[in-house]
């Protein structure tokens, strides 16, 4: 994989920045409707004001404890509620997490992302966790987690044990959101990442576009993603991947210039957050996902596995990056670049 010289690198925001304005619907509405190439054209210029347009961010994302989870989100094969074939396991052992970790490391990553179906974690799954990130965090990579719902004090405990991120996707518009979830509230989604920013951990927090939605749907989830305050270091953009057995496996293929808008105006409305080509690269031809990094996204996840779902090979992104001349974040925290 080309590695760019240091002296060509610009560093990029790794605190946290306040909002920057609000943005109301309509306004991401406009947005959305700007003729294709303008949008990507504006999106570019806005990605290269604050980030090395070469760069990317390598996450690698294990579930570490797999299926069984009471929630019932449409999307989801983890759902206890839905017949999918996928099988209930327990918790890993740290020795097999820390191994894949370390391969993780070795092939480029900079963050290793761990995720339990849980609907939200009880104290002893706390303390277990923690020991876990505590191992990960010693291998010299951001360590993020998504474990669900937490009750109060449990962020600051992550962060404690040395969690850099935490994940807590807000799904899909607020006002569509009990349409697709039934178990909770966009409420509870807001609950816990208040808890998790009190405790000053960053925030990764993004969407899933193809359930369906509309257009100001995909805007609205753009909108309350955007006006979070500070905006989220990491905003993961998923395109669904259908699961037979889940009400969503039929759902209605998006067409691929609207999720490259949908990349475009999170980069326009969040300049500052890295965002991330997350679920559904599996069906993005080469040429469509090099037009996500045009417009502004810069993070994929890394690895030939999701949770549960299929990711591209490994081999593959490398070869992708070679071809696109791109090349990975170091694996260290970056500082603003703040001019020429």
């Given at each position: 994989m080309n590695i760019a010289?240091?002296?060509?690198?610009?560093?990029?925001?790794?605190?946290?920045?306040?909002?920057?304005?609000?943005?109301?619907?309509?306004?991401?509405?406009?947005?959305?409707?700007?003729?294709?190439?303008?949008?990507?054209?504006?999106?570019?210029?806005?990605?290269?004001?604050?980030?090395?347009?070469?760069?990317?961010?390598?996450?690698?994302?294990?579930?570490i404890k797999t299926g069984g989870c009471p929630e019932d989100c449409e999307y989801c094969p983890q759902s206890a509620h839905y017949n999918t074939g996928l099988g209930k396991s327990q918790m890993m052992d740290v020795d097999e997490i820390l191994k894949i970790a370390q391969t993780a490391k070795a092939r480029g990553a900079s963050r290793f992302c761990m995720g339990a179906a849980w609907r939200g974690p009880k104290p002893?799954?706390?303390?277990?966790?923690?020991?876990?990130?505590?191992?990960?965090?010693?291998?010299?990579?951001?360590?993020?987690?998504?474990?669900?719902?937490?009750?109060?004090?449990?962020?600051?405990?992550?962060?404690?044990?040395g969690l850099d991120y935490y994940n807590h996707n807000l799904d899909t518009d607020p006002d569509r959101?009990?349409?697709?979830?039934?178990?909770?509230?966009?409420?509870?989604r807001m609950d816990t990442l208040g808890k998790v920013r009190g405790a000053g951990l960053k925030v990764c927090c993004g969407g899933i576009v193809g359930m369906n939605e509309t257009r100001p749907e995909r805007a609205g989830l753009i909108a309350s993603l955007a006006n979070l305050d500070p905006q989220p270091e990491s905003v993961p953009i998923n395109q669904l991947v259908k699961v037979e057995g889940t009400p969503l496996a039929d759902a209605e293929d998006l067409d691929w210039t609207e999720f490259v808008r949908t990349v475009a105006v999170a980069r326009i409305t969040m300049p500052q957050s890295y965002v991330r080509?997350?679920?559904?690269?599996?069906?993005?031809?080469?040429?469509?996902?090099?037009?996500?990094?045009?417009?502004?996204?810069?993070?994929?996840?890394?690895?030939?596995?999701?949770?549960?779902?299929?990711?591209?090979?490994?081999?593959?992104?490398?070869?992708?990056?070679?071809?696109?001349?791109?090349?990975?974040?170091?694996?260290r925290e970056s500082v603003r670049h703040d001019g020429a």
């Open positions: 010289p240091v002296a060509l690198r610009r560093q990029s925001a790794r605190t946290p920045h306040p909002t920057a304005r609000y943005w109301r619907k309509c306004q991401v509405e406009e947005l959305f409707a700007l003729p294709f190439l303008d949008l990507v054209y504006q999106a570019a210029e806005v990605h290269r004001a604050h980030f090395h347009p070469r760069e990317i961010q390598l996450s690698t994302l294990l579930s002893k799954d706390v303390e277990t966790v923690s020991e876990i990130i505590k191992a990960v965090k010693g291998l010299g990579l951001e360590t993020c987690g998504t474990f669900g719902m937490l009750e109060e004090g449990m962020a600051q405990d992550l962060k404690n044990a959101y009990n349409d697709i979830i039934h178990t909770r509230r966009h409420e509870d080509l997350s679920a559904g690269r599996t069906a993005m031809p080469e040429a469509m996902q090099a037009m996500c990094f045009l417009a502004g996204a810069n993070s994929i996840f890394y690895g030939d596995k999701l949770l549960t779902t299929d990711n591209p090979e490994t081999d593959g992104d490398r070869l992708l990056m070679d071809k696109l001349d791109l090349y990975p974040l170091p694996c």
